[in-house]
């Protein structure tokens, strides 16, 4: 069978042949893949700087989650996260990883759908204190982005009573829907003194942004705010969190990924992560490649700035 592998760090996953796979175990079911997203965290694991990478050896698979189908009864299934290698025509995985799909799911939307939407999902279900973001008002940093444009659909589909979207272009903000109002930031990074109390800050760009956030932001009298950081879209390694901001804020710092929560998490929220994903349209800016083409294809401007799913 064909497998797609990273083989050199830093470099595009080469397609080549692979043995075929071995009978399953009476505890997996042996599957084929249909469709797997490119999202940021596949493309840090190929590069070998995903914190779940380091130290792997090569060749190197570097997929997360996707779909695929039981020959069989032609039924799809969400492979859950780090269950199985899937840059591969077949793959063997265990039962209890899969999650069925409802019939006629579109295997393009899900697979492109579930990283974005869990990341937001995870952290308010999750990581956030319990009840979540029900009739709360949620910033979410960086909501121009995939996973901040999932964000805002997740926040509200949870029951956040107000939805507060950040970027810094005017013009890009506009586009994203569902926002109850939209901040353009510039640095020093400030929210504007009008703005009025925040609860959750769901924050996906992470460096000098977020300090200036958490300076500024306003609280409702006798709640914390609660900042769970996501993703580091401005590319700063440090987030710099003055003690006198701890010492005279309420506030309530945490993180959302994998290793932030854990797969029995994953296992008890993925039903209704699923769900919500279903109800979810196709994105428009998708670039779906064969894995014929992944070498060509991997480090195109288009496939790094759309949203890239590899079909066979």
């Given amino acids: 069978m064909k497998v797609a592998r990273v083989t050199s760090w830093g470099s595009a996953p080469v397609l080549s042949d692979a043995p075929d796979l071995p009978a399953p175990s009476p505890s997996q079911v042996q599957v084929k893949v249909v469709a797997v997203a490119v999202p940021r965290v596949v493309r840090g694991r190929a590069l070998g700087l995903h914190s779940s990478a380091r130290g792997a050896a090569l060749p190197f698979d570097p997929t997360v989650d996707g779909i695929v189908q039981d020959e069989a009864s032609g039924d799809l ?20 990883t899969l999650v069925k799909l409802a019939p006629g799911a579109d295997a393009v939307a899900v697979a492109t759908l579930v990283n974005p939407v869990a ?39 949870l029951g956040a009573a107000r939805i507060i979207g950040t970027s810094r ?13 939209r901040v353009v930031l510039q640095d020093p990074f400030a929210l504007p003194a009008n703005l009025g109390p925040i609860h959750i800050i769901l924050d996906f760009v992470g460096g000098k942004a977020a300090t200036g956030i ?38 309530r710092i945490t993180g959302s990924g994998m290793g932030a929560w854990g797969k029995m998490e994953i296992k008890k929220e993925i039903g209704g992560l699923l769900a919500a994903v279903a109800k979810m349209p196709r994105p428009e800016d998708i670039v779906i490649t064969k894995f014929e083409d992944i070498e060509s294809v991997w480090d195109t401007e288009e496939a790094k700035t759309k949203r890239f799913v590899l079909v066979w």
């Fill in 214 to 251: 958490l300076q500024t932001a306003q609280l409702e009298p006798g709640k914390e705010l609660q900042y769970i950081h996501v993703g580091d879209l401005a590319g700063e390694e440090t987030i710099t969190v003055p003690s006198k901001l701890l010492n005279a804020r309420p506030v």
């Fill in 169 to 181: 272009s005017e013009a890009s903000i506009a586009t994203v829907e569902g926002l109850d109002e």
């Fill in 77 to 96: 299934y969400y492979v859950s996260p780090n269950s199985a290698s899937l840059f591969a025509e077949r793959a063997n995985v265990e039962r209890q």
């Fill in 119 to 157: 990341s937001s999902w995870m952290a308010l279900r999750v990581r956030a204190i319990p009840g979540g973001c029900e009739g709360a008002t949620v910033l979410v940093v960086g909501a121009t982005g995939a996973s901040g444009r999932a964000a805002v659909a997740v926040a509200r589909s």
